[in-house]
Every structure is written in structure tokens, then in C-alpha cells.
């Protein structure tokens, strides 16, 4: 950690164990202020973004203040990001996805359709408020379905296209997303499940319900971890390996996130390992893995934040993200919650659709993990299907969607 004067500013520089240990601090600090808020525990708010946010709100008053600059390396994020796509993989069983097949395709269908509308949207907004059209597809789908990442690829391709201000306007839309994504999943989650008294049945903790049947963990020891562990980090090495193959094809338009690849690995090996029992799987130490990867990696993307971005956000986009979300919440509670089927797992799964539609799928999955941490049950479709649609087939539809709009209206 250094100290120095910048441009005028006296600015801090956080290494990264300094990082994470901030972002561990951030974490057990937003559990304790959960626990002793309760309208934040009825409200389903999650953990890591009660920590995240405390951080980016004092980061933001130094920085406004010119009081201090600070700045973090978050080179351990994308480490903690793999490990938790990875171990979602390991949840992915065909037997699982057959059990669910048609929550699947409803959820994936609504991915689809939610794509599709978010342009819409913007685009029709943009051209009533009287600005360029494709800054409507920064605030749209470039953004909120695809967070970060995408408005990070896109905003610079809609500029080469004369499009002005296009990566100020998606990465500053993406940030409003997953800041309004990560407080508004839980809540609406919870609400569903209150108005429609939904009953939702206590699992034990021993057990993991898989193809409808019981199946009894095995003992957690360190070896057990470590086990496992290290197939997590084979696996996500492997995915940056098919990142980077992929990457190096220059396929035009098209590139394939490092997670992606990791999360494949882990489906495929669960599968083979479900017929041939390569390694005993215990998933009590994956889900483990998954909520430590998913707790660091989330509140290190809030505690980063670049919040003061959202000034940038002049009327007309602000119009327009508030518009987003709107329709994002009639669409989710009034389309997506009754075909999913109105039951626990349709609930948790809406307050999944309603973060990942504003961020990212971490958002989905933090969402729903601070709705069944609440009534104490976790839904295993739900945290299979939201995350695998969110993440992976979304961009099926999503992607090509982008650059049509972007090319038309440009």
C-alpha cells in the first residue's frame, strides 16, 4: 500500500492481499449489519452488498471531497469470479436439467425475450427524447443484460460508428444496473413469496435433493477440500486456456468470457462423473467454494465501483434506465413469476431475473442466495437453471441483437 500525490490529489494505492483483506472486512461486516438490521433481512438485501456499497459511498466522499484518491487492485476478483462459475457448473446435471426442463426453457425464453425488449425500450425512448438511438442500446441491453463486460466491447465499436460518448454512457448504465440489480432482486423475490403465501419446505442440511431423490454427503475433512479444490483451479485454468484459444481465432464479434469455458468443464466432468464416479463429489464443499468465490468476487466489483460515474448520466439516460427497470419489474412479476409456475422455485428464480436483468449473473445468484438463506431452503433448479441461462445461452439471442441495433441506428 503506498501513498502519493497525483495531479494535486494525495492518492492511495491498495495492493491486492490488502484488497481482499478489505473485501473480507466489507463481507463480515455487511453479515453483521444484516443481522442487526432486520428490515435489511426481511428485504432479502445480500451480504456482500451491504459491505460493498459502505465502501463505495466512502471512497466516493474522499474522491469528492479531494480529500483522497484511492485505488485497488482487484487482480483477484476474476480468480474468485472462476471459482464461483465453476462450481455452479458442478450443480449442472443433465438429470437435474431434465427434472427441469420446462422451468428451463421458460427461464431462457424470458433471457431471450428481456434482450430483445431492453433495445426496444431504448431505443424507442431515445428517439422520443431526442438523442442519438444507439446511446438507447448502451442504456439497454449493451448494459443491463450484459453488464460490464459488454458495455466495456460494445461502447467502442458504437464509437468508431460516429456514435459520441457511447462507452462513457454504457459503462456509467451499467454501473446504475448492477447497483439497482443487486438491491432489487431479493426484495421482489421475498414479495412474491409473502403475496402469495408460498410455503417453502425446509431441506435438511445433510441432505442434497437430486432427480428427486435423497443422497447423503460424505465427511468434510481438509483432504476432502483440497480434493476439490484443486479441480476447481484445473478447471479454471482450463477455462482461460479456452478463452484464449477462442480468442485467438478472431472470430468477428465474438468473444468467449473465461468463465464460460470453466463453468463448460465443470458441466461436462459432473456428467461423466455422474456415469463413472471419477471423484466422489461432495457438495456441501462446492457449494462452499461457490459462496466464498461469489461473497469476495461480488463485493469486490460494489466496493469498486466507480459510482461518481453516475453523474454522468444526463436526464434523458437517466429517463431511460429508470424506464428499464420499470418494465424490467412488470415484466418479471406480472410474465416471468406466473410461467414459471408460481411455487417457491418460481419466486426465487424472479428474484434472480429481476437482478440479473439490471447486472450480472453473480447479481442472480446473490439475490436468490440472500432469499433461501431467509426461509432456509435452497431452490437447486433455481440456482442451476438462473445462472447457466444468464450467463451462457443469453448471448445466443443477446449478442446478436446488439449488433443489429447498433448497426441500423447508428
Request: hydrophobic share 55%.
Amino acid at each position: 500500500m503506498s501513498i502519493e500525490v497525483v495531479e494535486g490529489v494525495q492518492t492511495m494505492t491498495i495492493d491486492m492481499v490488502a484488497t481482499a483483506a478489505l473485501a473480507g472486512c466489507l463481507l463480515m461486516l455487511g453479515y453483521f449489519i444484516r443481522e442487526k438490521v432486520p428490515l435489511l433481512e426481511r428485504l432479502c438485501i445480500p451480504a456482500p452488498v451491504i459491505g460493498g456499497f459502505i465502501c463505495t459511498i466512502v471512497v466516493w466522499g474522499l474522491r469528492a471531497s479531494g480529500t483522497l484518491s484511492i485505488t485497488m487492485d482487484t487482480t483477484l476478483q476474476l480468480p474468485f469470479m472462476l471459482a464461483f462459475f465453476t462450481c455452479v457448473g458442478f450443480g449442472g446435471s443433465f438429470k437435474l436439467l431434465k427434472n427441469g426442463g420446462r422451468l428451463l426453457v421458460v427461464f431462457l425464453g424470458s433471457c431471450w425475450a428481456l434482450a430483445i425488449i431492453q433495445n426496444v425500450v431504448g431505443v424507442g425512448l431515445a428517439k422520443v427524447l431526442g438523442i442519438n438511438p444507439v446511446l438507447g442500446v448502451m442504456a439497454g441491453t449493451v448494459s443491463l443484460v450484459g453488464g460490464h463486460g459488454n458495455a466495456a466491447a460494445f461502447g467502442p465499436v458504437a464509437e468508431e460508428l460516429g456514435v459520441t460518448g457511447a462507452t462513457t454512457v454504457a459503462i456509467a448504465a451499467a454501473t446504475f444496473g448492477l447497483v439497482v440489480g443487486s438491491l432489487a432482486g431479493g426484495p421482489v423475490g421475498d414479495f412474491l413469496i409473502k403475496r402469495n403465501k408460498i410455503k417453502a419446505e425446509v431441506q435438511d442440511e445433510d441432505v442434497v435433493v437430486e432427480g428427486g431423490k435423497q443422497v447423503e454427503q460424505g465427511e468434510f475433512t481438509s483432504k476432502s477440500f483440497l480434493a476439490h479444490l484443486t479441480i476447481v483451479f484445473v478447471f479454471m485454468f482450463g477455462g482461460i486456456l479456452i478463452s484464449n484459444w477462442v480468442a485467438a481465432l478472431g472470430i468477428k464479434n465474438f468473444a468467449l468470457p473465461n468463465y464460460v469455458g470453466a463453468m463448460f468443464l465443470a458441466i461436462g466432468f459432473r456428467n461423466i462423473n455422474d456415469k463413472h464416479e471419477l471423484f466422489k463429489l461432495d457438495f456441501k464443499v462446492t457449494d462452499l467454494i461457490l459462496d466464498v468465490g461469489l461473497g469476495f468476487f461480488l463485493t469486490m466489483a460494489i466496493m469498486t465501483l466507480k459510482v461518481w460515474e453516475l453523474v454522468d448520466l444526463a436526464g434523458p439516460l437517466f429517463i431511460i434506465l429508470i424506464i428499464q427497470f420499470i418494465v424490467l419489474l412488470l415484466f418479471s412479476v406480472f410474465v416471468v413469476f406466473p410461467l414459471l409456475g408460481k411455487n417457491y422455485d418460481g419466486a426465487v428464480m424472479t428474484g434472480g431475473f429481476t437482478g440479473w436483468g439490471m447486472g450480472i449473473a453473480a447479481t442472480a445468484v446473490v439475490c436468490m442466495s440472500a432469499i433461501c438463506e431467509k426461509y432456509n431452503v435452497r431452490s437447486t433448479k433455481a440456482f442451476l437453471i438462473a445462472p447457466l441461462c444468464g450467463a451462457v445461452f443469453v448471448d445466443v439471442v443477446a449478442i446478436p441483437t446488439i449488433i443489429f441495433f447498433i448497426t441500423k441506428f447508428a
